[in-house]
C-alpha cells in the first residue's frame, strides 16, 4: 500500500528508506539551559521509521531562541546533549538532521535580560509571546545592523559545525514561518533600504550568505531549507510572493542544497491563510533538487502528491505527536492514533504527551 511512499530516496548525500519525513515540531522538553536530555532521545527514537527526522528547531543563540524549554546548539554543552539523540536514532536505523533557528523579533526581551530582540527593521511581531513566566504581547525589535548580520551569520556557521560535531546526517535551515529569515525575505517585515532591503534579490541576501555557511560547515548535499511561501505568517507577509520565492527557489538552485521542504497553507493549517495560491509548482520550476511538502497530508494525499510527482517527498508533523511509528502505520495502511490532550501536551515538561504514544503492535496487545 502507498507503494510510491516507500521507495527510497536521495535527500542530497542522505539515502532516506522511504520518502515518509518527520517534520520538525517544537516541544520544549529540555533541562535547563536548553540542554537535550535522555528524554528528548527516546522521543526521537520512537520516530525513527520515518525516512529522515528534522529535529524540533533549534536555537543558534540565546540571541535567537525565545522558547521556553526549547532546545539549543550554541555550546559545547548542548552538544553533548544532543549526542544522545543521534546515537539512539541511528542505532534504532533512523537518520536525522538539525533545524537551525534564529527567531528575530519573535524573541520576547525577557528572553535577553530586557534587550529589544533582532529582526530585519525595527517592526512588532502581532499576538503574544510564550515566555518562561505566561503570556505576554510582542515588543518592537530593533533594525540589524551590518555587524549585527555578520554575528549571526557566524553563529549559524558555528551552530552546524556543533550540530556535526554532534553526530547529525545533515542540517536545515529555518526560514520559514516568521521568523528571521522570514523576516528578512517578505516585504512587509523588511523595509530596510541597504542591500538586505528593496528587490527580492536583495531580500534574499541573508538567506544566501547564511546558506553559504552552512555549505562551508557540511556541503551543499547536507544542508536543506524550510520555507513558507504562502500567505501571512506570524505578521510576516509579501505582496508579491511568486517573485519573491521564485528568487529563493533560485538561490536553492544555485547552492545545490541537498533538499528544500515547504510549509503548504492546508485545510487546517497552523500557519497563514488558506486561501492563497500554492507556490510549490513555481519552485519546482526552478529549483531541481528533491523537493518535500508539509500540509496536513492523510496517507493518501501524500501517495498522490508523490506518485504525481508534484513533490519527492512529504514531511509530517503534527501525526508524529501521536503516532511515533507513524510511517509503518501507513505502510500496513492501519489507523492513525488521535492526538490525544493537544494542545495541553505539545509543550508541558515530563514524559505525558510525548514519550507514552504506543507503537501499533503495543497498542494491538
Known amino acids: 500500500m502507498h507503494d510510491a511512499l516507500f521507495q527510497p530516496i536521495s535527500l542530497g548525500a542522505i539515502e532516506a528508506k522511504n520518502r515518509i519525513l518527520m517534520a520538525p515540531l517544537t516541544r520544549g522538553r529540555s533541562d535547563p539551559g536548553s540542554v537535550p536530555n535522555a528524554m528528548i532521545a527516546e522521543y526521537y527514537r520512537q520516530r525513527s521509521d520515518a525516512g529522515l527526522i528534522i529535529s524540533e528547531a533549534t536555537g543558534i543563540s540565546v540571541e535567537g531562541l525565545g522558547w521556553p524549554a526549547a532546545p539549543g546548539v550554541w555550546n559545547d554543552v548542548q552538544a553533548e546533549g544532543w549526542k544522545l539523540t543521534t546515537d539512539a536514532v541511528h542505532k534504532a536505523g533512523g537518520k536525522i ?3 537551525l533557528w534564529h527567531m528575530g523579533r519573535l524573541v520576547h526581551p525577557d528572553f535577553l535580560g530586557g534587550e529589544a530582540p533582532v529582526s530585519a527593521s525595527a517592526t512588532t511581531a502581532p499576538d503574544h509571546a510564550h515566555t518562561p513566566t505566561g503570556r505576554k504581547p510582542y515588543e518592537p525589535a530593533r533594525e540589524a ?3 549585527d548580520i555578520a554575528r549571526i551569520i557566524g553563529d549559524y556557521a558555528a551552530a552546524a559545525q556543533r550540530a556535526k560535531d554532534a553526530g547529525f546526517d545533515g542540517v536545515q535551515l529555518h526560514g ?10 517578505r516585504g512587509k517585515t523588511n523595509l530596510r533600504t541597504d542591500e538586505y532591503g528593496g528587490s527580492a534579490q536583495n531580500r534574499t541576501r541573508l538567506l544566501r550568505e547564511v546558506l553559504e555557511a552552512l555549505v562551508g560547515v557540511w556541503g551543499a548535499d547536507r544542508v536543506s531549507v524550510r520555507l513558507s511561501p504562502n500567505g501571512d505568517s506570524q505578521g510576516c507577509d509579501d505582496p508579491d510572493p511568486a517573485t519573491l520565492f521564485g528568487a529563493a527557489a533560485q538561490v536553492c538552485q544555485d547552492l ?18 488558506t486561501d492563497v495560491p500554492k507556490q510549490d509548482a513555481l519552485i519546482r520550476s526552478i529549483y531541481t533538487g528533491p523537493l518535500v511538502l508539509n500540509s496536513d497530508y492523510t496517507a493518501a494525499q501524500a501517495e498522490a502528491d508523490v506518485a504525481s510527482g508534484r513533490c ?5 508533523g503534527r501525526p508524529y505527536i501521536s503516532n511515533p511509528d507513524l510511517a509503518t502505520r501507513i505502510r500496513l495502511g492501519a489507523e492513525w492514533a488521535p492526538n490525544t490532550n493537544v494542545p495541553q501536551s505539545w509543550y508541558l515538561p515530563g514524559p505525558a504527551g510525548y514519550i507514552d504514544y504506543p507503537a501499533l503492535e503495543s497498542a494491538a496487545a
Not at 176 to 185: E, R, S
Not at 261 to 270: A, F, K, Y
Open 97 to 99: 538532521v538539525m533545524q
Open 145 to 147: 545592523t551590518k555587524a
Open 176 to 185: 520559514a514561518n516568521g521568523y528571521l529569515i522570514d523576516q528578512f525575505l
Open 256 to 273: 545545490k542544497l541537498g533538499f528544500v521542504e515547504l510549509r503548504q497553507p492546508g485545510p487546517d493549517g497552523t500557519f497563514g491563510a
Open 312 to 316: 519527492d517527498a512529504i514531511s509530517f
